[in-house]
């Protein structure tokens, strides 16, 4: 079957055909790509086109795809069994290995999505400080929560508006949007407002508009003032933790934050969450304490077993200077071709995680995002599209390599660049 017939027959039975709004390519244009089946650096569409993936189901395939070692664990457990709804020895060896890792997290709790660890988090900040303020920046994405799909106008500091439809304005109004990598505007607000606050979310780099680095400073500076109003700082590690070290982007910014939200790589692809921190505040969950959170496939068996023998590879081979190298190679030649072509290009670099944006200048805001030229980009992947590498589908997305993306494989994603960037120059 073709791409574009299962499309039109998949919108027959789910809404826009497509399970997550972005996977639609309406930031791209064109059609989909269904996946038929991965392995290595490769994805394989419905009609056996045969694709390099930068996308790696957005984070999570750092060993990249069918990793011999995940599979053995997870059909090892689908033979005794996929799911429990009770306690596991898998959970409590997943959840040691996750706070060895993260000296913040002292205890933790798993689920089955980001989504469900953030939303859980903030409920968590809400009944330790008696607050109901949570703030977050903008570009900063923590899932599908009521209280955090909100943004703010032109940069403006403001109490946030429902950015969808179905989110009641008191819910919204619970929540401040603020601009990611403005210390001034934070401390502005939180000096006329702490006392109301009772977290604030970040992600320490943030990975759903490109990717953007923390100035130096920023964090630092929402650790000591969380601290001076006694509300929680909440790092929201879904996509950052064990993507640049084994362990959480904290340590490596020796920042120690209260409450951590875990998830993607933790799952080694399965679906999973997970939010954890000191243990005077997760102490208040049910059933120890107030402050109630279930889930029934929350610890999963599968995920446990695909998450352990993930993070055992990850802490056996400590793969992250070679990934490292490995997409900066690929960045360097996308930025000299762009500029060889004349094309405008900022690239925003850390381990095996990168944005690039077709702009001049640097990208170090939301608003720097924003400005790229989102119509190029477009152009851009669909250029790889049809060389045979897979990038994101938005010019909001990150990309990222895998411990499967050999140094051949990296030479072809290199050689698709230089080419597709001196064709798009043609007509840019």
Known sequence: MKNSDLFERAKLSIPSGVNSPVRAFRKVGGVPRFIEKAKGPYLYDCEGTRYIDNVLSWGPMILGHTHPEVVEAVTEQASKGMSYGAPTELEVVMAESVCEAIPSIEKVRFVSSGTEATMSAIRLARAYTGRDVIVKFEGCYHGHVDSLLVKAGSGALTFGMPDTAGVPREIASTS?????????????????????????????????????????????????????????????????????????????????????????????????????????????????????????????????????????????????????????????????????????????????????????????????????????????????????????????????????????????????????????????
Not at 181 to 192: H, V, Y
Not at 324 to 348: C, F, H, Q, T, Y
């Open 176 to 428: 401040a949007v603020l601009p990611y990598n403005d210390s001034e505007a934070f401390e502005a607000f939180m000096e006329e407002n702490g006392a109301k606050v009772a977290g604030v979310i970040v992600e320490p780099v943030a990975g759903n508009m490109g990717m953007v680095l923390p100035e130096k400073g920023f964090l630092e500076s929402l650790r000591k003032i969380t601290w001076d109003h006694e509300a929680l700082l909440i790092f929201d590690e879904v996509i950052t933790a064990f993507r640049f070290r084994y362990g959480g982007y904290q340590d490596m910014a020796g920042i120690r934050p209260d409450l951590t939200c875990l998830g993607k790589i933790i799952g080694g692809g399965m679906p999973v969450g997970a939010f954890g921190g000191r243990a005077d505040i997760m102490c208040l969950l049910a059933p120890e304490g107030p402050v109630y959170q279930a889930g029934t496939l929350s610890g999963n068996p599968m995920a446990m077993a695909a998450g352990i023998a993930t993070l055992k590879v990850l802490k056996r081979d400590n793969p992250y200077e070679r990934l490292s190298r490995s997409l900066k190679g690929l960045l360097d030649v996308i930025g000299e071709s762009a500029a060889k072509a004349g094309l405008p290009m900022a690239v925003n670099h850390l381990g095996s995680m990168a944005g690039i944006f077709f702009k001049e200048g640097s990208v170090e805001t939301f608003d720097d995002v924003m400005a790229s030229d989102a119509g190029l980009y477009s152009r851009f992947f669909h250029l790889m599209l049809e060389s045979g590498v897979y990038l994101a589908p938005s010019p909001y997305e990150a990309m990222f390599v895998s411990t499967a993306h050999t140094e051949e494989v990296m030479a072809d994603v290199m050689e698709s660049a230089r080419t597709c960037i001196a064709r798009l120059s043609e007509t840019a």
